[in-house]
């Protein structure tokens, strides 16, 4: 028999974690300028419609800039995102917490038994993960 419980992030992950959505929010397309094989001049005129319509979820001239910023991290060939320097930032975030949580953490980060809810624009991002326990014999 095995208990389950549920853990929810702690304080400073939930900031980390807040920090990165926040990140994933700025360059909404620019990541994918490397993975879509598009010219980057092309993905920035791209960026700049979007900015322009409001289809994004920022202002208009934080979306300029940051379009702008990604356009010249395309051209320094910097935008790279599911790479092992991605996946590797990922678990490090997990080695500022306490030894305890950690394994927790990393459990979390890699996705498995995590339900996501919620969304930036609308406050933030909660990540939910069932870790089932062996019971003590």
Do not use: H, W
């Not at 095995?2 to 900031?15: D, P, Q």
């Not at 993975?35 to 700049?48: F, I, K, N």
């Not at 306490?98 to 406050?123: F, K, L, Y």
């Amino acid at each position: 028999m095995s208990k389950a419980r549920t853990t929810t992030l702690s304080r400073n992950l939930f900031g980390m974690l807040a920090a990165a959505a926040c990140l994933a929010v700025t360059l909404p397309v620019a990541a994918q300028s490397t993975t879509s094989g598009m010219d980057p001049q092309a993905q920035y005129r791209l960026d700049r419609e979007r900015c322009n319509t409001g289809q994004t979820n920022q202002d208009k001239a934080t979306c300029l800039r940051e379009a702008g910023a990604a356009l010249e991290e395309a051209r320094r060939n910097r935008l790279m995102r599911g790479d092992a320097s991605y996946t590797s930032n990922q678990t490090a975030r997990c080695e500022s917490l306490p030894a305890a949580q950690r394994e927790d953490c990393r459990i979390q980060m890699s996705g498995q038994n995590t339900r996501t809810e919620g969304s930036v624009a609308g406050g933030g991002v909660l990540r939910e993960t069932t870790i089932t326990i062996p019971a003590a014999q």
